[in-house]
């Protein structure tokens, strides 16, 4: 007798293509980033450009909360990128330690041409699945709260 996940076809786990979906999104960005003239942009750093708004500077403590990865991590992106001249650090005026980093010009020229690949996008996937689009992207937005109240024992 053959168990009941034996005589399932295989289907990837959610995860995977999750996963797979993030990955098209970062390497189109670095994509994008490289034919406008910056060929040194990593997927990683789309982790800065992501979280970092385009009107006002923000921590480098709170970039690397909202990315979920160590303030380390986040300290290196934002240094390369500072390096390459798309953003600057300044100090907070509230907290001497912390650091404020917002967009150079340069750098907001980029990140715009990111933001407007990023709606050409959704143009385009809305062309593509009608309303099954909304309804994914309602999807995704609840997944990770659902996730959250699932807890890992489950």
């Known amino acids: 007798m053959s168990s009941p996940d034996a005589e399932k076809p295989y289907r990837k786990p959610l995860i995977a293509l ?7 999104f970062n390497l189109h960005m670095v994509e994008v980033t490289h034919a406008a003239g910056r060929p040194e ?6 982790a800065v450009v992501a979280h970092l ?9 709170d970039l690397a909360t909202r990315a979920g990865m160590t303030r380390q991590s986040m300290g290196e992106l934002v240094r390369e990128l500072e390096g390459f001249g ?5 100090p907070d005026p509230q907290d001497g330690r912390a650091k404020l980093v917002s967009w150079t010009e340069d750098g907001l020229a980029i990140a715009r041409i990111g933001k407007r690949h990023l709606a050409a996008i ?3 996937l809305e062309a593509e699945f009608g309303a ?10 609840r997944l990770a709260e659902v996730l959250d109240e699932i807890g890992p024992e489950a």
């Not at 942009?41 to 789309?46: D, T, V």
């Not at 708004?53 to 923000?58: C, G, L, V, Y």
């Not at 798309?86 to 300044?90: H, I, Y």
């Open 41 to 46: 942009i990593k997927p990683s750093h789309n």
């Open 132 to 141: 099954e689009y909304e309804s994914a992207r309602r999807v995704l937005e």
């Open 18 to 24: 999750v996963h797979e979906a993030d990955r098209t």
């Open 53 to 61: 708004p385009s009107s006002e500077p923000r921590r480098a403590a």
């Open 122 to 124: 959704e143009r385009r």
């Open 86 to 90: 798309l953003v600057e650090m300044v």
